[in-house]
């Protein structure tokens, strides 16, 4: 069993910044590819980001430029920073990994607002 524990999300005004991490429990954590999705009121759940176990990494075309993923397997953590943040990018803030992507975290939230 895998778990993963979202922390970082906070009330920003627009143009800031905010760094968001997903730490997993378990020592597989670095076989597996992970994500970040996001899910606003309203609206479905959206990929934001994703990262496969040798680095390489894949944006939507909404936060390109802007937010940046990584991971540190030696901490079995996943990094999503994000920079020029709008209002837009208000939402719950999830993790996600494991075989198939089967495991979620409970999600973080990201308030943009001035």
């Known amino acids: 069993q895998v778990q993963f524990v979202e922390s970082g999300g906070d009330l920003v005004q627009p143009g800031g910044s905010l760094r968001l991490s997903c730490e997993a429990s378990g020592r597989i954590f670095s076989i597996y590819t992970m994500a970040w999705y996001r899910q606003a009121p309203g609206k479905q759940r959206e990929l934001v980001a994703i990262?496969?176990?040798?680095?390489?990494?894949n944006y939507a075309d909404s936060v390109k430029g802007r937010f940046t993923i990584s991971r540190d397997n030696a901490k079995n953590t996943m990094y999503l920073q994000m920079n020029s943040l709008k209002t837009e990018d208000t939402a719950v803030y999830f993790c996600?990994?494991?075989?198939?992507?089967?495991?979620w975290g409970q999600g973080t939230q990201v308030t943009v607002s001035s």
């Open positions: 990262i496969t176990s040798g680095g390489s990494t």
């Open positions: 996600n990994g494991g075989p198939g992507g089967v495991y």
